[in-house]
C-alpha cells in the first residue's frame, strides 16, 4: 500500500475558511474606523452642492466657521487648481468644486471640528448661492444637448456589418435599457490621515487602490510618493466602489492633517456616501441583428450609450469592456460594436463588479432572445445554435481559447434538467391564471484581465523572522474575496507551512510598491503569482543553504511539511531558518508578476487584451404574480468554471454573493434621481438590495470539474470575483420567459432591467394588450 | 429624580452619564463604551450592522430581543442589558456555536455585517429552542442585510449552530435567575433625567400621570416610544429636540389586555409583543406581523407610535383601520375615545391635541365570518415600505358581501377607507362583476402620486388588482407567491 500523502493544512486546493472569519465572528476584525482615534483627532464633513448643474454664486461659510468646535473649513480656494482627483488625469474632477456644480452631491468645501456630530451639524449651515445652468441628467437630456462625451469612444468592428445586415434573411433591430447599481458596501467610506514625523503623511483608506491613493493624497499634499504611506488591513466590501472612490476621503482627510498638524478622519453618512460617489452605469443600447430561420446570427450591430456621470472617471475603461462582453458566449460573424460615454449632471459612475461587461452581456442575451421570438426557437436552443467554438474570432481579434461553455451547457442542461422542466412550466402555466412561472439557461463568458495592459503586475515582499515566523505582504486588497486566504495557501504550499503559520500583513504601500487595483477579477491571478515568486526564491536560497551546511546535493533535499529532508535526515523549519540566520541567509524576498502574453492596440480596436476566459452558466426558475409583478426565484442551477479552483469554498461563496448581487441589480435595485438630478434612493430604507428572503429558494451550485487553466496561471485555476454576477442573467431571461407565457410566448416581453414588481407588471400588461384578439 | 443610566453591557454594570439626550447607543458603544465590533452600516435601522441583544425584564421574565443600536438612544436602555458580539464567546476564548456555525459554514466574507448577524442570531438562538425552518430564519433575518455571502451560507449557520449546542445552555439561559435579579435591582420609581447638548432634555417618568402633567406643561414636548422614526430624525435630519418625553419607563403602558370585545394595547406596546394576541384576534395579521419591518424593528417600534407617526405607508394603519380600531387619547384632564379612522387628518397629521397622548389602542374582535386580509406590495418583500397595502375587511353571507372595509396605505396623503369601492361591494353579490365594479371605484376614493416607490398607474393597478386577487382566491385560484412548490421538476 502507498504512503499516505502527508499534507500541510489548507493547502492550495483546500477547502478553508477565510482568514478572519474568527475575527468576523468575534467583531475582533478591525476596519479603519474601528482604530483607536489618535489624540487631537479632527473629524470631517462635507458641504456638498444641492444643484444638479450651477454657477456657484456665493459659498457663504460663516456660520459654518462659528459653529460650535470648528477648527478648519476648506474651499476649492484653499486647494489650489492642481487639486484633482481624476483617475485618468482627465482634470475634470477636482476634489472641491470651484465656481461650478456639476451634481447634486458634488463636495464643495469640507468643515473639520472636535467630534463628528460637530462636523455635521456644522456643515448643514453653509449657505450657497447659485445660478442655475441647463442640467442633463438622463441620456436623451444629454443627447439633445450635444451629445457631450467624458472620453474617447471605441469601435470594434470586424467583417462587413452593413452587407451581412443586409444579406441575412431576417433582421430585426432592437432597444434595451439597463439600470444603474448601488455598491451598498456595508462598510461605507472613510479615510484617517495621520501626519508623520518628517512631514510625511500616514493614510489609513478603506481603498480598493492603495498605490492610487497614495498618488492622489501626494499630488494634493505637493508631496511626493515616497513620503505618503496608505494602508489597509480590510474593506468592509468595496465591489469596485472603492476603486477610484475612496481616494476623495482620503485627499481631504490628508489635506485637513496636512493644514492642521492634527489627524484627519472622514466618514460619511450613508446617505451622503450614496449620493456623492459613483455608481454602475446604466447603459442604453441600440442594436441590429441579421439571422436566419435557424436562428443562426449572421451579423451585430449595436451602440452601448452609457451615462457616464459629470466626469470622465473610469467609463472609458468600462463602456471598452461593455463592448468586449457585447458577445458574451456568440459568435458574431459579423459586427459593429460602437460605445457612447455621455456626460451627464450626475454622480460620476464608476466600476462595479463586472466593470461594465454585465451591461455588455445583457445586450447580447436580449439579442438572442429576440431571434428565438422571431424565430418561434427555444432560446437555448438560439445560444447553443450560436455558442463560440475553439478557434471563433472575437470583435476584437482575440481568438476563443479554452472556453468550455459547450460542456458546461451540456452539463448544465442535464443537471437542471432544463427540457423536462420547460415542459412541466408550460402545463403549470395551463393551469394556473394568476401565477406564472419561466425558466431560463444562459451562458457567461468573461475576459480575465485589465485592459489597461500595464495594470496587470503585482509585487509581494516575504519575509520570514528568526523565529520561523512567516509575514506576506502583497498589494492586493483583502476585501471578503478571500484574497489573502488564496494568497497565503500559495505561500503555504511553497514552503510547506500549515496555513496558520503564513501571517498576512497589512497591505501598506511602503512595504510593496506600485500595486495595481485589487479589482478586475485579477487579485489572485497577481498577487499569487508574485508571492509564489517570493515563497520560491525564498527556498531556492534555503535550500542552497541547507545543501552547503549539511553538504548534501541539491537534489538530496526534499522539502516536507513543516520540515526539510537534507539526506537522510530531517530538520524543522524553525531550525532551519535559525540556522540559515545565523549563516548570514537573508531571509526575506520580493516577488513580482506581469501577465505575459496580453496587449491592446486601442486605436485599431485589435489586440489580445485578455489572458484567458472564465465561464459559466446558470439555469434559473422563477414564479410572478401578474396581479402585482411580484416575484419569487424558485430555483437556480449554477456551473461555474474556476479552473482548477485555488480555494473551492472561498470560490463558492464569490459565486453564491456574485449571484446574489446581479440578482439584486436585475430586480429590486433601482437607483432614482428626481427631475432636478436629486438621488430618491439614498439608503437601505429607499434602495433594496436583496435580502435573506429573496435569495432562491433552491439553489445548486457546482464548479466545472476538470478543467484546469490552460495558461499557466497560480496553480491553473480561474479568477472568479466578477463573472458569476452576471449569472444572474438567467433570473432576468426567466421573469421574460414567465411575462411571455401570458402572450403564449409569441412576443418577446423586451423586460428591461431592474425588473422591479412594477416592470414586470408593466411587460405582462404589454404582452396581454398586444396579443389579446390573435389566435392562440 | 436620577440622571444616571444604569445598565448592563455585558457582564459589567455601567452607570453613565449620558452626554446628551439624544446620544445614540451606537456612539456610545463605539466610542466610550469600547465596544468596535458593533458597525454603523446605514444608521437608520435598515441594515442590521449595529444588531445588539437587548435583555429587559417583562412581567418578571427575561426578554432577549435583538435591537439596532444606532436609533436607539442610550438613555432609553437604562434598566436593561447589552450584548454585543464582543460578549459571545467564552472567556477562555471559545466560540459560541451561532460563531462556530459561522464560520463552519462561511457566512462571513468582508465581515463587516457579520457582527450584526451573529448577534441576530444569538437572539434567535435565545427564542427557538428547536432548528428553525429555513424560512423563518428568512424572516428573523430580514433587518440584516449582507452584500457579499447572498444569505445562503448565513441561513445554515442558523441552523447549524443547533448540532454545535443547546439554547438551554447558553450563559444567558443557564443564569436566568441571576439576570432577572440584576435586572430587578435596576427598576426604580425615580423619574430618569438626562441633560445636555444646549439645554436638551430628555425625561422619563415612571407614572402615567407625571407623564400628563409634564405634557401638559410643555405640550411641545416630543413623546418617544420605540423611536424607530425619531431615530432618524436625530441620526439623519440631525434634529436636537429639546424636550423628549420617553415612555418606556411609564408603568401600565405596555400591557396586552384580551378579552371578548377585543385587545387593549397600551402606549408602549410593541408590534412584536401585539403579535400573539393580533394573530389569535384576526389570523389575517400574520402577514402584516411578518412583513412589518425586520426583528430589530419590531422589538421595539410600538403599535401607538406607528399609528401617531401617521406615515402614509405605514403598515399598521391600513389593518387597524380594517379591523375598526378605536384610539384611547389621554390628557391631564381628559380622556377620550376616537375611531382610528378620523385621527388622521392629513398628511402627518393627527388629530391628537396638544398635552395629549394615544394611551390605548382598541382593537374589537371581527364579527364572527368577517376575514382579515391584508397586502401589501414594495420593492423588495421583506423590510421594505409599501409600494401599495390594504387592509381588508370582508364578511361575505349568501352570496352576499353583508360586511366591508377596505383600507389603503400609499394611495393618498394618509392611510384612508376607500368608501367608494366599499359602497360598490355592500350588500353586493359577491362575484366577479361586483368587484370590478369595487375595482373601478377605487378611482373615485384615491388619486395616487408617483414616486420612487411606484408610478401612479403602477399603484391604481395595484390597488384594484389587489381586490381581483381577493375575488380569485375566494374562488380558489392559487395567487400566492410563497405558498407554492418552490420548483417543478
Partial sequence: ?776 | MRRVVRFWLGDELREVEVPTPTTTLLDWLRGPGRRPGVKEGCNEGDCGACTVLLTRLRDGRLVHEPICACIRLLATVDGCRIGTVEDLAGADGALHPVQRAMVEQHGSQCGFCTPGFVVALHALWLDRPEPPEEASVDGWLAGNLCRCTGYGPIVRAARAAYALGDPAGDPLRANEPLWRARLAALADPDTLLVEGGGGARLVAPTTLEETLDLLAERPDALLLAGGTDIGLWITKELRRPALLLWLGRVAGLDRVEEDAPGLRLGATVTWREAGPALRRLAPGTAELLDRFAGEQVRAVATVAGNLANASPVGDGPPALLALDARLVLRRRDRRRELPLERFFLDYRRTALEPGELIETVLVPRPAPGTRLVFEKVSRRRDQDIATVSAGIALAVENGRVAQVRLAFGGMAAIPVRARAAEAALQGAVWDEATIERAAAALDHDFTPISDHRGSATYRRTLAANLLRRLWLESRGVPVRLHAAEPALG
Fill in chain 1, 1 to 776: 500500500m502507498a504512503e499516505p500523502v502527508e499534507r500541510i493544512r489548507g493547502d492550495v486546493h483546500e477547502p478553508v475558511a477565510h482568514d478572519s472569519a474568527v475575527g468576523h465572528v468575534t467583531g475582533r476584525a478591525a476596519y479603519v474606523d474601528d482604530l483607536p482615534e489618535p489624540a487631537g483627532c479632527l473629524h470631517l464633513a462635507l458641504v456638498t452642492a444641492e444643484r444638479a448643474h450651477a454657477r456657484i454664486l456665493d459659498l457663504d461659510l460663516e456660520a459654518v466657521r462659528r459653529a460650535a468646535g470648528v477648527v478648519a473649513v476648506l474651499t476649492a480656494a484653499d486647494l489650489g487648481e492642481a487639486c484633482d482627483i481624476s483617475p485618468v488625469h482627465a482634470q475634470d474632477e477636482p476634489v472641491l468644486a470651484a465656481g461650478e456644480a456639476r451634481f447634486w452631491g458634488q463636495p464643495l468645501a469640507v468643515v473639520a471640528a472636535e467630534t463628528r456630530e460637530q462636523a455635521r451639524l456644522a456643515a448643514r449651515l453653509a449657505r450657497v448661492g447659485y445660478a442655475d445652468l441647463p442640467a442633463t441628467l438622463t441620456i436623451e437630456q444629454a443627447r439633445a444637448a450635444g451629445g457631450e462625451l467624458v472620453c474617447t469612444p471605441l469601435t470594434l468592428r470586424r467583417g462587413e456589418v452593413e452587407a451581412a445586415l443586409a444579406a441575412a434573411p431576417c433582421r430585426l433591430a432592437g432597444r434595451l435599457r439597463c439600470g444603474a447599481q448601488e455598491h451598498f458596501y456595508l462598510e461605507g467610506q472613510v479615510a484617517l490621515a495621520v501626519p508623520g514625523l518628517e512631514g510625511e503623511m500616514l493614510v489609513w483608506s478603506s481603498t480598493q487602490h492603495p498605490s492610487e491613493t497614495q498618488l492622489m493624497v501626494a499630488r494634493a499634499l505637493g508631496l511626493p510618493m515616497a513620503a505618503v504611506t496608505v494602508r489597509c488591513r480590510r474593506l468592509g466590501g468595496g465591489f469596485g466602489g472603492k476603486e477610484t472612490q475612496a481616494n476623495l476621503w482620503a485627499v481631504l482627510a490628508a489635506l485637513v492633517a496636512a493644514r492642521t498638524g492634527r489627524p484627519a478622519k472622514l466618514r460619511p453618512d450613508r446617505d451622503e456616501d450614496m449620493v456623492v460617489t459613483g455608481k454602475r452605469h446604466d447603459f442604453l443600447t441600440e442594436f441590429e441583428v441579421g439571422f436566419d430561420r435557424g436562428g443562426r446570427i449572421h451579423a451585430v450591430r449595436a451602440t452601448l450609450t452609457a451615462r457616464c456621470g459629470h466626469s470622465a472617471d473610469l467609463s472609458g475603461p468600462v463602456t471598452d469592456r461593455a463592448l468586449f462582453h457585447a458577445d458574451n458566449a456568440y459568435h458574431y460573424p459579423a459586427v459593429r460594436l460602437a460605445s457612447e460615454p455621455l456626460r451627464t449632471n450626475t454622480c460620476s459612475a464608476t466600476a462595479f463588479r463586472g466593470f461594465g461587461g454585465p451591461q455588455g452581456v445583457l445586450v447580447a442575451e436580449r439579442i438572442v432572445e429576440e431571434v428565438a421570438f422571431a424565430t418561434g426557437l427555444d432560446p437555448l436552443d438560439v445560444r447553443r445554435r450560436n455558442l463560440y467554438r475553439e478557434g471563433d474570432p472575437t470583435p476584437y481579434h482575440q481568438p476563443i481559447e479554452d472556453v468550455p461553455l459547450e460542456a458546461i451547457l451540456d452539463e448544465l442542461e442535464r443537471r437542471s434538467a432544463y427540457r423536462e422542466r420547460r415542459r412541466a412550466i408550460a402545463a403549470f402555466n395551463a393551469g394556473s391564471p394568476v401565477l406564472k412561472k419561466g425558466i431560463a439557461l444562459t451562458p457567461v463568458k468573461f475576459g480575465i484581465s485589465f485592459t489597461a495592459t500595464w495594470y496587470n503586475q503585482a509585487g509581494a515582499l516575504l519575509h520570514v523572522y528568526r523565529d520561523g515566523s512567516v509575514l506576506l505582504a502583497h498589494g492586493g486588497v483583502e476585501m471578503g474575496q478571500g484574497l489573502f486566504v488564496k494568497v497565503a495557501q500559495v505561500v503555504a504550499h511553497e514552503l510547506g507551512l500549515d496555513l496558520e503559520r503564513i501571517r498576512l500583513a497589512t497591505t501598506d504601500t511602503g512595504k510593496v510598491p506600485n500595486s495595481s487595483a485589487t479589482a478586475a477579477s485579477s487579485g489572485s491571478d497577481l498577487n499569487g503569482m508574485a508571492a509564489q515568486a517570493a515563497a520560491r526564491t525564498l527556498k531556492e536560497r534555503l535550500t542552497a543553504f541547507a545543501a552547503g551546511r549539511w553538504s548534501v546535493p541539491e537534489d538530496r533535499i526534499a522539502w516536507l511539511p513543516g520540515r526539510v529532508r537534507v539526506g537522510n535526515q530531517e530538520i524543522a523549519w524553525d531550525e532551519l531558518v535559525a540556522e540559515a540566520w545565523r549563516a548570514r541567509i537573508q531571509l526575506w524576498a520580493s516577488g513580482f508578476y506581469r501577465t505575459p502574453e496580453i496587449h491592446w492596440d486601442r486605436q485599431a480596436g485589435r489586440g489580445r487584451p485578455f489572458y484567458y476566459f472564465a465561464c459559466g452558466a446558470a439555469c434559473a426558475e422563477v414564479t410572478i404574480d401578474t396581479l402585482t409583478g411580484e416575484q419569487l426565484i424558485d430555483r437556480v442551477d449554477v456551473l461555474h468554471d474556476c479552473g482548477r479552483s485555488l480555494s473551492p469554498a472561498v470560490d463558492i461563496g464569490q459565486i453564491e454573493g456574485a449571484l446574489v448581487q446581479g440578482i439584486g441589480w436585475l430586480t429590486t435595485e433601482e437607483l432614482v434621481w428626481d427631475e432636478r438630478g436629486r438621488l430618491r434612493t439614498h439608503a437601505p430604507s429607499t434602495y433594496k438590495i436583496p435580502a435573506a428572503g429573496d435569495r432562491p429558494r433552491i439553489l445548486n451550485i457546482a464548479l466545472f470539474e476538470g478543467a484546469p487553466n490552460r495558461k499557466p496561471t497560480i496553480h491553473r485555476s480561474k479568477a472568479v470575483g466578477e463573472p458569476p454576477l452576471m449569472l444572474a442573467t438567467a433570473v432576468l431571461h426567466a421573469l421574460s420567459d414567465a411575462v411571455a407565457s401570458v402572450g403564449g410566448h409569441r412576443l418577446c416581453p423586451r423586460l428591461d432591467p431592474p425588473a422591479t414588481a412594477e416592470a414586470v407588471l408593466a411587460a405582462v400588461e404589454r404582452v396581454r394588450a398586444a396579443t389579446a384578439g390573435t389566435t392562440r
